[in-house]
């Protein structure tokens, strides 16, 4: 499987982005994934988990009701919808997926990376 993520760019400060992580390979359906971000000098955090059916979510206290996940497993793509954007929100945006049957809020509970793309909210 390999991951591609998109829909980076420059926003100002409450403005909107929609990431997303397409897919190569058939096992995309079968496990949860997540996006994780990392902000310059600062380690690589989790932002959100989708399970593999979409049912279930799970969001970091500091984009909760804020951003919100979502997949179309017929497109082998997940999304990260982010509103009300913040300059805190800057950094490099990654899509991963699970390596077990549930969200993990953890880098190494996440087997499979994709490259990751800029996300830069101005002030």
């Known amino acids: 499987v390999q991951l591609q993520a998109s829909g980076g760019g420059l926003v100002q400060a409450g403005g909107s982005l929609r990431l997303s992580c397409a897919a190569s390979?058939?096992?995309?359906?079968?496990?949860?994934m997540g996006w994780f971000r990392q902000a310059p000098g600062k380690e690589r955090e989790f932002v959100a988990g989708?399970?593999?059916?979409?049912?279930?979510?799970n969001y970091a206290d500091s984009v909760k009701g804020r951003f919100t996940i979502s997949r179309d497993n017929a497109k082998n793509t997940v999304y990260l919808q982010m509103n009300s954007l913040k300059p805190e929100d800057t950094a490099v945006y990654y899509c991963?997926?699970?390596?077990?049957?549930?969200?993990?809020?953890?880098?190494?509970?996440?087997?499979?990376w994709g490259q990751g793309t800029l996300v830069t909210v101005s002030s």
């Open positions: 989708i399970s593999w059916g979409g049912a279930t979510t």
């Open positions: 991963a997926r699970s390596s077990g049957s549930y969200i993990g809020r953890y880098q190494a509970e996440y087997n499979v």
């Open positions: 390979g058939r096992t995309f359906s079968s496990y949860p």
